[in-house]
């Protein structure tokens, strides 16, 4: 097998990984508070689910869309900051 130059097989594996460690500073929401997320969501028009208070691909789309209508990096992931901005405070 013959690699193209501007990629090498070791510069593939001494890439950082992209997955990024849990912001320690943030609790994770409870179900109680995912549900709700997801109610605010849908109310916005960002979720078109049914709340379930469970995080999957159509949440974490919907939390992007949102984030990004904010101006915040839209990350998908759901912050105690998140909920509080869907809220309105």
Do not use: K, N
């Not at 949440?59 to 990004?68: D, I, V, W």
Request: aromatic share 8%; hydrophobic share 35%; with cysteine.
């Amino acid at each position: 097998m013959r690699w193209r130059s501007a990629i090498s097989p070791t510069a593939c594996a001494a890439a950082p990984p992209f997955v990024q460690p849990w912001p320690r500073q943030e609790r994770v929401l409870s179900r109680a508070e995912r549900l709700e997320l997801q109610q605010l969501l849908a109310q916005r028009g960002f979720y078109r689910g049914t709340p379930d208070g469970q995080f999957g691909g159509q949440t974490r789309e919907a939390l992007r869309g949102f984030q990004a209508s904010i101006g915040t990096p839209a990350d998908g992931f759901a912050s105690s900051d998140v909920l509080e901005r869907l809220r309105g405070r």
